[in-house]
């Protein structure tokens, strides 16, 4: 069964640091773009990075530019999110999938930044 697990949300303050993580089951995502997207509360989901199979094309949203990374280990079938200098705007459930519009997405881990 195919499966996306995210791991690594959870609670930090202005400026702080967190790493997402992915799992990957039931499908090698080595074959696919892997992409991030995230949820804020009330507002719809909005893409935030994608990565070319084989790791050597990233893209990321203005508004993480320069402060998240994308990363992926084919043979750890997972993909990463490095997230750094984070705002109170990034607070969202995050979410990765294999498909740009976040239809493939798991169930979500939440990053609350927050004093």
């Known amino acids: 069964q195919r499966q996306l697990v995210e791991s690594g949300g959870g609670l930090v303050q202005p400026g702080g640091s967190l790493r997402l993580s992915c799992a990957a089951s039931?499908?090698?995502?080595?074959?696919?773009?892997m992409y991030w997207v995230r949820q804020a509360p009330g507002k719809g989901l909005e893409w935030v990075s994608s990565m070319n199979p084989g790791g050597t094309t990233t893209e990321y949203a203005d508004y993480v530019k320069g402060r998240f990374t994308i990363s992926r280990d084919n043979d750890e079938n997972t993909i990463y999110l490095q997230m750094n200098s984070l705002q109170s705007n990034d607070t969202a459930v995050y979410y990765c999938?294999?498909?740009?519009?976040?239809?493939?997405r798991g169930q979500g881990t939440k990053v609350t930044v927050s004093e």
């Open positions: 999938a294999n498909d740009s519009t976040g239809v493939t």
């Open positions: 039931g499908f090698s995502c080595s074959i696919y773009w």
